[in-house]
């Protein structure tokens, strides 16, 4: 129980972090969940000898499914630009030697030899591909992986079912995200659950890359410190972007040719949301309300915009869009950081792995703090890169006590396999390289924050939230009274949709 224990040692360093910073109650605090028990065993002698004893989380269901079959279907991403899309999430992929691939296949083989069971993955092009059979009436898989920009789409359709439902189904366990769980609930129902069942929900949370070897250039300590002090904020990342960035070419201006302290994209939702902005909370019903703090927000917006939109500072993605670029992240953004001409990038943790092959050492930091009086590190997981475990309405009713125990299965060794694969292996060691960063990697898992409107997008607030980087305006109030009522109405339409 590797994620166990070292999510409790990480709790021992935040609260303490917390601490120091005057903690107070907040409905966000850090969630830890472990069912281990420890019992101290004195000897019979009555020497001081002390015996650890930790009742496992998972235990293998009394249930004999000798000879049961489990179909597990997800896409086959098209999206050739990412080495994370190369994963498909419900295969068992042939062995060789790529370690998230490899740690795919464990996940299955290990459920089917736990169980006695054949788990058969069925892959399909798309999500629409899927949801078409389900509406059809047709038995597609017991268990489907879905994309979060498809996961909204489908859930008004009445074609998923309720997991707090299957009373196998430990909803409870580590294996499956605890503040996803909790927020992305509907009047007590849950349609789909975040987890380490599959890669692309860890790869998906929002993380900053720094660039070492341009921290020792410029003689700055490692921002990591200052995560650790509860200090590090986006005012102490535009102090070290501008004493980083600088006119290579000696030009006069900011270009490709000269060296950034970090970059931007229209991204005003998540970097909000790191400054402590939450967007929707429930009701004693479990039913979303808009918890949208405008003071906050403007707040927020105020600091970040004039940030991301400074050019003597920040390479601003979408100022290049006519640069002849296939691909500007890619080819701009991570160029320029492998070059070593980028401080900062605040990207996914799916970036790691297209920087495998970078020669400059290179580390891995939260998203900043609004400022320290903020009591913890937001993290977002991307709305688009995260996905879902569901269950669709086609499978037989008798069959869900077998679906969720082969789910916990799954989802347990999907810790054991995909977790430790991405955390010790593919990220931390191959990417990453050192404990540091692993302890990094641990304290944004979690300080992950899961929102409704990262599925429901009420009324259009991501694209409102982005707007005004891309627009490069701070004007919240004039804008959000132009949306609020619309956010406020579609609230009110997905909780009254809710059985």
């Keep these: 129980m590797k994620k166990t224990i070292s999510i409790l040692l990480l709790l021992t360093v935040l609260l303490s972090l917390l601490a120091s910073c005057g903690k107070t109650d907040t409905d966000d605090s850090l969630t830890s969940v472990t069912n281990a028990t420890d019992s101290t065993i ?61 740690s795919l296949y464990e996940r299955i083989v290990a459920t089917e030899d736990t169980l006695g069971i054949t788990v058969e993955s069925n892959i399909y092009e798309n999500n629409n591909t899927i949801m078409n059979m389900v509406m059809a009436g047709d038995y597609i898989a017991d268990c489907i992986i879905l994309e979060g920009l498809e996961f909204a789409s489908v859930l008004p359709k009445d074609l998923l079912i309720d997991l707090n439902s299957i009373q196998t189904l430990d909803l409870g366990a580590s294996w499956w995200d605890q503040n996803a769980v909790s927020s992305l609930s509907l009047g007590g129902k849950l349609y789909g659950a975040v987890g380490d069942i599959s890669p692309m929900g860890l790869l998906a949370a929002n993380c900053v890359y720094v660039n070492r070897e341009l921290l020792k250039t ?41 060296v950034f302290g970090l970059d931007s ?11 402590g902005v939450i967007y929707t909370a429930k009701d004693e019903n479990d039913m979303p309300v808009s918890a949208l703090d405008q003071e906050r927000a403007i707040a927020a917006i105020e600091k970040l915009v004039p940030l991301f939109r400074d050019k003597d500072i920040t390479l601003y993605s979408q100022d290049y869009t006519s640069s002849g670029y296939k691909n500007i992240f890619r080819e701009l953004i991570v160029q320029k950081f492998i070059e070593d001409e980028l401080l900062f990038v605040n990207n996914w943790l799916c970036v790691a792995l297209e920087l495998r092959e970078m020669e400059s050492d290179f580390g891995l930091l939260p998203p900043p703090k609004f400022d320290e ?56 060691y191959k990417s990453l390289r050192d404990d540091g960063n692993r302890e990094m990697m641990e304290l944004i898992y979690a300080n992950r924050i899961f929102d409704l409107a990262d599925i429901y997008d009420f009324g259009g607030i991501q694209a409102m939230m982005n707007s005004f980087v891309s627009g490069n305006n701070t004007n919240f109030a004039s804008l959000y009274k132009s949306y609020s009522k619309i956010i406020e109405k579609n609230i009110k339409q997905v909780a009254d949709s809710i059985d």
Excluded at 265 to 271: D, H, R
Aim: hydrophobic share 30%; proline share 5%.
């Design 42 to 102: 004195a000897s019979i002698d009555g020497a001081d000898t002390d015996t650890t004893t930790e009742t496992p989380e998972y235990v293998k269901p009394e249930e004999d499914y000798t000879g049961k079959t489990f179909t597990f279907s997800s896409v086959k991403y098209t999206n050739p630009n990412w080495i994370a899309t190369s994963y498909v999430e419900a295969s068992k992929p042939e062995i060789n030697g790529e370690v998230i691939n490899d």
């Design 218 to 258: 410029a003689g700055l300590e490692d921002p990591a410190k200052d995560v650790k002090d509860g200090t590090w904020t986006y005012d102490k990342m535009e102090e070290m972007g501008r004493a980083v960035a600088h006119d290579v070419n000696g030009d006069g201006k900011m270009n490709e040719d000269d």
């Design 265 to 275: 994209e229209p991204i005003g939702y998540v970097a909000a949301g790191s400054c």
């Design 373 to 428: 009086q903020q009591q913890q590190y937001m993290v977002y997981n991307s709305p688009s890169w995260t996905t879902y475990a569901a269950v669709p309405k086609t499978v037989k009713e008798d069959t869900l006590p077998f679906i969720g125990d082969v789910m916990n299965t799954l989802g347990y060794y999907g810790h054991e396999h995909i977790y430790t694969a991405l955390i010790d292996t593919a990220i931390t």
